[in-house]
């Protein structure tokens, strides 16, 4: 009986640690050249999104 609780818990987590398997993750890119900026958030209005400079940034650039 103490098997079957074991092993009902370890199915448990590894099928839990694989759903977070499913999004590909954010490639990040650089930021802070030639007119760019990175920006917590959205960028502000005015402005280009050129993507992630990092996880919850947004990468920015002056037009």
Known sequence: MKILCF???LLF???HGAA???RSPRVSMRCGYR???CFPGK???????LG???PG?????WL
């Open 52 to 54: 992630v400079c990092r």
């Open 57 to 61: 940034h947004s990468c920015c650039r």
């Open 35 to 37: 007119g760019t900026f």
């Open 20 to 22: 977070g398997f499913t």
């Open 7 to 9: 092993l009902f818990a």
């Open 43 to 49: 960028c502000p209005r005015g402005n280009r999104y």
């Open 13 to 15: 987590v590894v099928f």
